[in-house]
């Protein structure tokens, strides 16, 4: 009997071992919420960022991962910000970046993991994307996994225009028509085109390089001889041409009187609340009107960029430049590799995007279904459906330290400080150094 009381006193004690054991167990294996960082271009004011917020939310929701936002308004501050960050060891798990030449510093210096490698572990990374639509890297390879894609174009106030006795254009607007209303404009005392050659000159200079050239051989930079001069080839005349047609513009008071000084979220605010007429932007004004002037939406309309030469107004500027990275840093680390996958395949489904796409461009193999309309989003849509060509951005091409220089000096040729060709060998040159 005394055996057995032995016995079973062990028992006992073995049994409360184990039990205290198992009731610490949980809270000593159960893994504090993971912080992931990730910086975007959805910063304040972005027409998405409200998109944006809800989808992290879902994110955190599901996973218990904390997502640590760095993400701000998308401009060249936010870029070499991007840039240095990754030169001082401070990137972030994930980036959601462009994917052209901006990309590149950080590629080529192993600093972001290929969806090739990627899909070694995770077979089903990104396969939900069309791969043709997926940009290549200079060594071949597929590092960002698209998002939503964009198109540029012509935004009007009607308002405006009825006030200056003006009808809004059609698919058919020309230069000289354009040239005409911007006149009746300037002198019914209202500004004819917001625009800020002091921050985002951007879209005017894609614009009317296109309009002096033709849409095959947009994305053809121009090129220096031996001598590092010039070659005034068809891209370099086209070029030059554009910057010369902007400072007509500006000669002939069709910009706002402080637009070397403005910045662009002073401009768009021009054109929004009614005092300029005209806007060249991008698919992401459409969620930024939305949601900063609702009351005004019935004023606004897309139209297509006046087209000149062998242009068409129906062709226009458009593609998918941004995507999602991840970062060498975040992959090295298993718990953070694990977050990063799972953050990238919850921003890219069908489901979130179709909450980022209004009218924009996709590669989702099985498309996206926005929902409900409003009048801009379907004036948009319905400016698009007569786009005969599209094509990207030319500007995408050249480095950021060419791009700058060349924004820049948009400011000196309007002014007469330099001329058109010089503005383009500058920018050039700098662009074969890098």
């Given at each position: 009997m005394k055996r057995r009381l032995i016995a079973l006193a062990l028992c006992a004690a073995a049994l409360l071992s184990l039990a205290a054991c198992g009731g610490e167990e949980p809270e000593a294996a159960a893994p504090a919420p993971l912080e992931l960082s990730v910086v975007t271009s959805?910063?304040?004011?972005?027409?998405?960022?409200?998109?944006?917020?809800?989808?992290v939310a879902s994110y955190e929701a599901k996973t218990g991962n904390?997502?640590?936002?760095?993400?701000?308004?998308?401009?060249?501050?936010?870029?070499?910000?991007?840039?240095?960050?990754?030169?001082?060891?401070?990137?972030?798990?994930?980036?959601?970046?462009?994917t052209d030449v901006d990309a590149e510093p950080f590629i080529s210096a192993g600093r972001v993991v290929s969806i090739e490698e990627i899909r070694e572990l995770y077979p089903d990374y990104a396969t939900n994307m069309k791969q043709a639509m997926m940009a290549v890297a200079s060594d071949g390879k597929h590092y960002a996994v698209p998002s939503t894609g964009y198109w540029e174009n012509l935004f009007v106030n009607r308002r405006v225009l009825?006030?200056?006795?003006?009808?809004?254009?059609?698919?058919?607007?020309?230069?000289d028509r354009f040239l005409a209303d911007c006149e009746?404009?300037?002198?019914?005392?209202?500004?004819?085109?917001?625009?800020?050659?002091?921050?985002?000159?951007?879209?005017?200079?894609?614009?009317?390089?296109?309009?002096?050239?033709?849409?095959?051989?947009?994305?053809?930079?121009?090129?220096?001889?031996?001598?590092?001069?010039?070659i005034r080839d068809a891209a370099a005349e086209s070029w030059i041409a554009g910057l010369e047609d902007i400072r007509a513009l500006y000669e002939a008071q069709y910009l706002p009187e402080n637009t070397l000084t403005a910045t662009d979220a002073e401009t768009?605010?021009?054109?929004?609340?009614?005092?300029?007429?005209?806007?060249?932007?991008?698919?992401?004004?459409?969620?930024?009107?939305?949601?900063y002037y609702p009351e005004h939406l019935d004023d606004y309309v897309v139209c297509c960029v006046p087209g000149k030469g062998e242009r068409r107004a129906t062709e226009a500027i458009g593609g998918i430049s941004m995507g999602y990275f991840i970062t060498r840093k975040a992959w090295n680390d298993p718990q953070k590799r694990e977050a990063a996958v799972s953050f990238v395949f919850h921003m890219t489904s069908e489901e979130v995007l179709s909450s980022f796409i209004t009218t924009e461009v996709t590669a989702l193999i099985d498309g996206a279904v926005p929902a409900g309309l409003n009048a801009l989003q379907q004036s948009a849509a319905e400016t698009n459906a007569h786009i005969t060509g599209i094509v990207g951005a030319v500007q995408d091409l050249i480095s950021g330290e060419a791009k700058g220089e060349l924004f820049a000096d948009i400011q000196r040729?309007?002014?007469?400080?330099?001329?058109?060709?010089?503005?383009?060998?500058?920018?050039?040159?700098?662009?074969?150094?890098?």
């Open positions: 959805y910063g304040r004011g972005d027409g998405n960022r409200t998109n944006y917020e809800a989808a904390r997502v640590i936002d760095g993400s701000a308004t998308s401009n060249e501050e936010w870029k070499n910000k991007v840039l240095s960050d990754f030169m001082t060891g401070s990137e972030p798990d994930v980036l959601f970046y462009f009825d006030s200056c006795g003006l009808r809004v254009p059609g698919p058919d607007y020309s230069w009746v404009i300037r002198r019914a005392g209202y500004t004819p085109i917001a625009c800020s050659l002091y921050e985002i000159p951007h879209y005017w200079f894609e614009f009317a390089v296109l309009n002096n050239g033709t849409l095959p051989e947009h994305l053809t930079l121009p090129r220096l001889d031996a001598q590092g001069r010039l768009v605010a021009l054109f929004a609340e009614g005092q300029a007429a005209f806007l060249v932007d991008g698919s992401w004004k459409v969620g930024y009107l939305t949601e040729c309007v002014t007469g400080q330099m001329s058109a060709e010089e503005a383009v060998e500058a920018a050039i040159r700098l662009n074969e150094e890098a």
